[in-house]
């Protein structure tokens, strides 16, 4: 199974819902689209020379910065794994962010190729995404027929 890992360091956001004017026009916030650009301007580096078309198992941790104004404790025990990550962003809004920027690069065809995945978020005092996309072919007809010959 071939395997693209990366890591991008920058403070992790989520993918924010559409806005709608009044007349109906779906867009994203200036904040969305700069979020997403920077990520994307990171993630170009390891693009590969060709368009991903295989299914997708698609990993990503996302490592947030512990908010300055919790007392020392919380951020210990924040940054030593016993506090969880349970606030904004959602774990498929990070999914999403990432999945969104992996299609408009051209690494995959369109996020539908993710069959499956894991999002971790936790805290960290070096804010992350550690992105890990393994790709995993479907097998071929004849590839089948020689494996049930046997």
Known sequence: MKEIKFTIHQIPTGKKTVHHTKSGIAYHTKEQRFNADSLMTEMMQYRPSATITDPIILDVRV???VSASKPAWWREAALEGFIQHTTKPDDDNCRKQ???CLEKLQFIKNDSQIF?????????NKPRWEIKIMMRPNITRKQWQEAHKK
């Open 63 to 65: 490592c947030f910065p």
């Open 98 to 100: 990432i999945a969104d």
């Open 116 to 124: 499956y995945g894991i999002i971790q978020k936790e805290y960290s």
